[in-house]
Nanobody, 126 residues
Framework: QVQLVESGGGLVQPGGSLRLSCAAS????????IGWFRQAPGKEREGVSC????????YYTDSVKGRFTISRDNAKNTVYLQMNSLKPEDTAVYYC???????????????????WGQGTQVTVSS
C-alpha cells in the first residue's frame, strides 16, 4: 500500500526556517518524482516544488525560489523541503504527493496527482 507521510511542520517566526520531510512507503522512490503542494485557508491548493526521479531535476514556484530547497535521499525513501526566510504568506498546510510520472512537468497544478500525504501545518507568525 502506497503511503506518503509528512512531518516537520510547526509554528515559526518570520525569517525562520523549517525542514519538512516526506517519507514514502509501498513503492520505491528512486523511479518517481515527489512534489510539495500547499493550501492556505480560503485558497486553492498550489504546487510549491518538485524533484524528479533521474537527474533530480527540480521545480519551484516563483514565490519560493531562492528560499526553499527540495532534496531526496533514496536510501531513506524520503524527500525533504528546506524552507528558509519564511514569510507569513507561507502559512498553509503542506502536502507531499506524486503523479508517478518521474518528471516535474506540470507540477504547478494538482491535476494528475495519484497519491497525497495527510499534510502538515506550517504557521509563520510573530
Amino acid at each position: 500500500q502506497v503511503q506518503l507521510v509528512e512531518s516537520g511542520g510547526g509554528l515559526v517566526q518570520p525569517g525562520g526556517s523549517l525542514r519538512l520531510s516526506c517519507a514514502a512507503s509501498g513503492f520505491t522512490l528512486d523511479y518517481y518524482e515527489i512534489g510539495w503542494f500547499r493550501q492556505a485557508p480560503g485558497k486553492e491548493r498550489e504546487g510549491v516544488s518538485c524533484i524528479s526521479s533521474s537527474n533530480s531535476i527540480t521545480y519551484y514556484t516563483d514565490s519560493v525560489k531562492g528560499r526553499f530547497t527540495i532534496s531526496r535521499d533514496n536510501a531513506k525513501n524520503t524527500v525533504y523541503l528546506q524552507m528558509n526566510s519564511l514569510k507569513p504568506e507561507d502559512t498553509a498546510v503542506y502536502y507531499c504527493a506524486t503523479k508517478l510520472v518521474g518528471h516535474c512537468s506540470g507540477y504547478g497544478l494538482v491535476t494528475g496527482v495519484t497519491y497525497w500525504g495527510q499534510g502538515t501545518q506550517v504557521t509563520v507568525s510573530s
